[in-house]
Every structure is written in C-alpha cells, then in structure tokens.
C-alpha cells in the first residue's frame, strides 16, 4: 500500500475532494431548482383560483340578474291577466244587473187585470177537478179495504198450508224415529260363539235373532241416502 503523502495519495485525494465539491454544488443547485419550481407551482395555483373565483362571482350574477328578470316579465304577465279578469267579471255583473233591472221593469209595466181574470178562469176549471177527487175518496177507501182483507185472508191460508207442512213434517220425523226405534239391534254370542244379532221392537221385546254373516250381507246390499245421491 501506498502512503497519503505519496505523490499517487495526494492526486487520489484531490480527485475526491472534487468529486465532493462537485456534488456539493449539483445538490445546492437541485435545491435552488426545486425552490423555484415550488414557488412558481404555488404562484400558479394560486392565480387560478382567483380566476376560478372571480369566473365563479361573475356566473352566480349573471344567473341571479337572469332570475330577476324572469321574475318581474312574470309578475308583469300575472297582474295584466288580474286586469283583464277583473275587467270581464265588471262587464258581466253589469250586464246581469241590466237585465235584472229590465225584467223587473217589464213586470211591473204588465197588465194586473188580465193575470187576475185568468186566475180566475184557472179556479173555476179546478172546481169540478176538486169535486171529482172528494168523491174518488171513498172509493179508494173501499179499494183499500178490500185490498187487505184479500191479503188478510192470503196470509190466513198461507199460515195454515204452512201449519199443515208442519204437522207432516213432524209426523215424518216420529215415523223415522220410530222406524229407527223398530231397527235396534243387540249384539249377542250363541253358545258356540257365534256372533248374533237380537232385533228389539219399539217396546223392547225380541222380534228377530239374526246371524251377523246374514245382517252383514243385507247391510251391504242396501245404499245409503249419500250412496244413492252418488
């Protein structure tokens, strides 16, 4: 190895001494650069959004000048057609008031004498009218009259079909229960443990000992009323 105060360590250390400097002077620059751009961005910035706010004030008048507009050209429009209403609605009462007064006038100008002699003519034809409804008066009394008895007797002989329905209808009613009755059987066992049926009348004596083989088979050839609907 060489020593630094060698001819070759010295220009080695001079070489790096540049090269420092060098880079010294590249960073400052860099540094002022990037300054500049900074500053000149936030110029730039801030010149465009005055711009913006000044555009922004200038359109927000512009709009708010429009509106006023509009809205007196509409007031205007709203208070002529207020006139021109006002206007049609006088002519009108003052006509029907023209009118009024012209058929009030007219009334009172007719004749009094000739209005009275046709209500009188109008009475007189009345009269035999009036003569004819007092007399019809008793005959629609009568009418009436007959009207309800021929009713009365109505209601009569419908009240005693419906009696007579009756009747049969409870006379059916204790026929099936008394066929119901008549139709009871007991169930019993022969000695050789057959299965039986004991039929009992109305009053409860035996009437009929049948085998179930036999009732079953009577059971099954007769239908029910919900069978024979079928």
């Known amino acids: 190895m060489q020593n ?5 360590g010295e220009g080695a250390a001079n070489a790096v001494d540049a ?3 060098k880079a010294q002077e590249v960073g400052s620059a860099v540094v002022e650069k990037a300054t500049q751009v900074g500053q000149a961005a936030a110029e730039k910035a801030a010149s465009v959004a005055t711009n913006v ?3 922004a004030m200038q359109r927000a008048v512009q709009v708010k000048d429009a509106v ?5 050209a509409a007031g205007q429009a709203v208070a002529k057609q207020a006139t021109a209403a006002g206007q049609a609605v006088a002519k009108k009462a003052a006509a029907v008031k023209t009118a009024v007064t012209k058929a009030v006038a007219a009334k009172k100008a007719a004749p009094k004498p000739a209005a009275k002699k046709a209500a009188k003519k109008a009475a007189k034809k009345a009269k035999p009218a009036k003569k004819a409804a007092k007399k019809a ?5 009568a009418a009436k009259k007959a009207a309800r008895k021929k009713v009365a007797r109505k209601t009569k002989t419908a009240k ?4 007579k329905g009756a009747k049969k209808k409870t006379a059916k009613k204790a026929a099936k229960k008394a066929a119901r009755k008549k139709g009871r059987r007991t169930t019993m066992y022969s000695s050789a443990g057959k299965k039986l049926y ?17 009732a079953h088979t009577m059971d099954m050839r007769r239908k029910s009323k919900a069978e024979k609907k079928k």
């Open 160 to 163: 005693k079909a419906v009696k």
């Open 19 to 21: 090269v420092v400097e």
């Open 4 to 8: 630094e105060h060698t001819p070759m």
């Open 198 to 214: 004991a039929v009992r009348d109305a009053k409860g004596h035996f009437k009929d000992i049948q085998t179930y083989k036999r």
């Open 68 to 72: 006023v507009k509009q809205a007196a």
């Open 53 to 55: 706010k000044d555009a």
């Open 137 to 141: 008066k008793p005959a629609k009394k």
